[in-house]
């Protein structure tokens, strides 16, 4: 996997680069960009507006990764904003160099093609929530989801997500007040804590139990 991300680095870190700080539009929505955005560091959202005016995620990208290959890929038309979620770094890549550089190293189109189907699959188990689920359910899959994709376990075996509520809201289609109010639930029975503004996740396997979900 390094090697791969070694590759990826050394070809697309020498186009020009940006750094945008946290909560800045990189792309808005029916905007076609110009480049393909290879993150260095930082972690960009990409999201839709509801008829309320309330941001709803749909992907979050964290160094190293890029977008929007679709557009690049199959010409498809931006339907999306892309805003960065913290301080990041992004380099602006011309998309046939893009292209160029996935369809002469297979070893990096193989990585992309697996972790979109690790993205796939989360989309999929969030549809299910989103027919199905709870509330509670709906924000412990997000929780659920941002561990395993972005918290690295600690030596106590906690995981720390940097995240907060109205994050959780976004990513679940829910309103601030009805995450508040399950947040609550969810916190008396030991399955997350919040500290300095950060939830954590004392143990990922119960919390995958709760939910029938593991890898």
Do not use: C
């Not at 770094?89 to 189109?109: G, I, Q, R, T, W």
């Not at 796939?120 to 188990?125: E, I, K, Q, R, T």
């Not at 075996?157 to 289609?173: M, Y």
């Not at 500290?195 to 919390?207: G, M, R, S, W």
């Amino acid at each position: 996997m390094s090697v791969v991300i070694d590759k990826i680095d050394s070809q697309l870190s020498k186009y020009p680069k940006r750094q945008y700080p946290k909560d800045q539009i990189i792309v808005f929505a029916g905007e076609e960009p110009s480049h393909i955005f290879y993150i260095t560091s930082g972690k960009v959202i990409q999201y839709d507006v509801s008829y309320r005016g309330d941001e709803v995620i749909v992907n979050v990208f964290k160094a190293p990764a890029f977008f929007p290959l679709s557009w690049a890929i199959n010409g498809t038309h931006n339907s999306y904003f892309y805003k960065t979620e913290e301080d990041s770094e992004v380099h602006l890549v011309p998309p046939e160099k893009a292209l160029e550089f996935l369809k002469s190293n297979p070893d990096v189109m193989f990585d992309l093609i697996s972790r979109i189907y690790r993205g796939v699959d989360g989309l999929l188990s969030r549809q299910v929530q989103l027919m199905s689920g709870s509330a509670k359910t709906r924000i412990l899959h997000e929780i659920l989801i941002e561990a395993r994709r972005f918290a690295a376990e600690q030596s106590d075996g906690t995981r720390k997500l940097k995240i907060n509520e109205s994050d959780l809201a976004s990513r679940a289609g829910l309103s601030r007040e009805t995450v508040n109010r399950e947040m609550r639930k969810i916190k008396r029975v030991g399955m997350v804590r919040i500290e300095k503004n950060t939830i954590i996740v004392p143990d990922l396997a119960a919390l995958e139990k709760t939910i029938g979900q593991t890898d």
